[in-house]
């Protein structure tokens, strides 16, 4: 689309210390943790775009274990150190975060805001993931039962005959909560990019997980979403560097035409994802790259990404 931006840069408040370097390596942009008034004023001070990843449905599950989604057992859901996904049935929590949302917009102007893990509980940067099916909790029942008009008491009665109205539920919910937090941004920035991070997977992976668990659905997030990010962190999945080109060349089977998809690699996997996503046939629309410290504090690492990044604009 012509009239989204194609920005390019690190992700990572780590990376602010490197700012200034940054227009240099043909960086013009950077994305950093919800509303950090320095990286507002380094990014202001080197001439790129400030972009916020805000976080969405993640929580402390220690200290709040009443946000723990409820699994078919009717037990809270197994997770480790880095599960993410809350019950959306804490009022507490979505005005929370709904606060700080608010409270950022009006304080600040960012080029863009990335929501980070509008989605289902569980977690996707490993090769064997946890899918469990959530949330079970009597509210996120009752709210299932009263939106679809459907008589189901149990996780077992849901799932063994309502599963594809299940599914359906938990992604147009996710969607209206999407819908609603553009509109807040929107409101208040209109000049705003509003972009999503996105679980990496293609929708009959691991048996539609995508939808099932993670209930992101392009299609019904694709009114409130300007550009999709799925994550591309190949060491942490399990996969190999072609990973990048295969997810961007597939993405126009299920991605909304219109939708550009741009990409955020691992400095883990640095330079070979950065390379095989240069030479997809279907370009990123701009690039993130995930703990993007490691690449500019190492000048010798910054030229390769500068030289790649010529290539890549070039192609695009």
């Known amino acids: 689309m012509a009239d989204i931006p194609k920005l390019y840069g690190p992700y990572g408040s780590a990376a602010i210390a490197y700012a200034e370097q940054f227009p240099a390596y043909g960086v013009n942009a950077a ?7 320095s990286a507002f004023d380094a990014c202001a001070q080197a001439g790129i775009a400030a972009c916020v990843e805000f976080k969405i449905f993640r929580a402390d599950f220690a200290q709040h274990p009443d946000l723990i989604p409820i699994g078919v057992d009717g037990q809270p859901i197994r997770y480790g150190r880095l599960v993410q996904g809350v019950c959306l049935s804490k009022q507490w929590f979505l005005d929370y975060t709904e606060e700080n ?3 950022g917009v009006r304080a600040y102007q960012p080029a863009g805001i990335w929501l980070d893990y509008l989605a289902g509980a569980g977690w996707f940067e490993e090769p064997e993931p946890d899918l469990q099916e959530h949330c079970f909790c009597p509210g996120c029942i009752a709210d299932f039962c009263d939106t679809t008009g459907i008589d189901a008491a149990t996780p077992a009665e849901i799932l063994d005959r ?11 919910r996710i969607a209206r909560f999407g819908a609603h937090y553009a509109q807040i941004i929107r409101s208040h920035l209109p000049g705003c990019l509003i972009g999503a ?9 691991f048996g539609g997980a995508l939808t099932r668990i993670f209930a992101q659905d392009y299609a ?7 550009i999709f990010t799925p ?4 060491t942490k999945s399990g996969r190999s560097p072609a990973w990048a080109r295969a997810v961007l060349e597939a993405a126009p089977n299920f991605v909304p035409a219109g939708h550009p998809v741009q990409l955020i690699l691992d400095a883990l996997d640095f330079p070979a994802s950065l390379h095989e996503t240069v030479a997809s046939v279907i370009p990123s629309h701009g690039l993130q790259m995930f703990s993007g410290a490691e690449i500019f504090r190492d ?8 030289a790649t990044l010529e290539k890549m604009q070039r192609n695009s």
């Open 31 to 37: 994305w950093f943790h919800m509303f950090d008034e």
């Open 220 to 226: 019904l997030l694709a009114p409130s979403i300007d």
């Open 197 to 205: 991070y996105m679980c990496p997977w293609t929708p009959d992976e």
């Open 101 to 103: 949302l608010l409270a």
């Open 299 to 306: 000048p010798a690492k910054a030229a390769i990404f500068a």
């Open 162 to 172: 309502h599963q594809a109205a299940w599914t359906r539920h938990k992604c147009e």
């Open 231 to 234: 994550l591309i962190y190949v």
